[in-house]
Antibody, heavy 121, light 107 residues
């Protein structure tokens, strides 16, 4: 059973960089076939895809966030990470990491529990 | 960007009733790339349906998905108490987008 767990600061100051890590267990990022993803949910709102990374390092970002987002992978630790720069209060959200599967379809089949990140001074 | 519009915003039904949730896309979506998720308060979304009509592992057969092009539907044949939650549709075109959600509440 694949499990994902987000970790990182719960409070970030405006204009700084938000950094989160997702640790994957029960499966190897290096095995390929999956897109390791970040998705966020503003308080009381819907879901917004941020981007994902393939084990090879190829990345795909939401065009609306692309200028501020970097996703990286560390296959030796079975982790992938999110950096979001120049944050504002509008970036306050629950951040989820998830596994994206593309097998005749595309869907997010495993999710972390989510971590709330608040942007405030 | 493909915009997904879900309706109704809130659906009030009783256990045992049938629920029909709609997801309409601003342009045609490949059926392969339409999924449905269930989210309960304080929890991560859970995959229900992928490829518009295929149930994910462990999902009861009272959940079914249908549709093509710009109109997709999630149907719950007989509501159980644990089915009351928020439901999201999601598409993959050139990017990924989610609908704004339908809240299914107990009447």
């Amino acid at each position: 059973q694949v499990q994902l767990q987000e970790s990182g600061p719960g409070l970030v100051k405006p204009s700084q960089t938000l950094s989160l890590t997702c640790t994957v267990s029960g499966g190897s990022i290096s095995s390929g076939g999956y897109y390791w993803s970040w998705i966020r949910q503003h308080p009381g709102k819907g879901l917004e895809w941020i981007g994902y990374i393939y084990y090879s390092g190829s990345t795909y970002y939401n065009p609306s966030l692309k200028s501020r987002v970097t996703i990286s992978v560390d296959t030796s630790k079975n982790q992938f990470s999110l950096k979001l720069s120049s944050v504002t209060a509008a970036d306050t959200a629950v951040y989820y990491c998830a596994r994206g599967a593309m097998v005749r379809a595309f869907y997010f089949d495993y999710w972390g529990q989510g971590t709330l990140v608040t942007v405030s001074s | 960007e493909i915009v997904l519009t879900q309706s109704p915003g809130t659906l009030s039904l009783s256990p045992g009733e049938r629920a029909t949730l709609s997801c309409r896309a601003s342009q045609s979506v490949s059926s392969s790339y339409l999924a449905w998720y269930q989210q309960k308060p304080g929890q991560a979304p859970r995959l229900l349906i992928y490829g518009a009509s295929s149930r994910a592992t462990g999902i009861p057969d009272r959940f079914s998905g249908s549709g093509s092009g710009t109109d997709f539907t999630l149907t719950i044949s007989r509501l159980e108490p644990e089915d009351f939650a928020v439901y999201y549709c999601q598409q993959y075109g050139s990017s990924h987008t989610f609908g704004q959600g339908t809240k299914l509440e107990i009447k």
